[in-house]
């Protein structure tokens, strides 16, 4: 799945993991990216979405 969302370029950061014994290792953080149908430039289009955008209105959906 692609870690990256169309419309507002949300992608995937990375750090550290941190035990008690404060050992490090290294993680990732994806959003959540949704695959939906969506009206781009005027025509339908299939992309990944973050839910923040679609939730927030930023997108038409193509129902």
Do not use: D
């Not at 993680?27 to 289009?45: D, E, S």
């Not at 955008?53 to 930023?58: P, T, V």
């Amino acid at each position: 799945m692609a870690k990256y969302c169309a419309i507002c370029h949300k992608g995937v950061v990375s750090g550290n993991n941190v035990s008690h014994s404060h050992k490090k290792t290294r993680r990732v953080w994806a959003p959540n990216v949704q695959k939906v149908r969506i009206i781009l430039n005027g025509a339908p289009k299939t992309a990944y979405v973050c839910t923040r955008c679609l939730r927030s209105g930023k997108v038409e959906r193509n129902v």
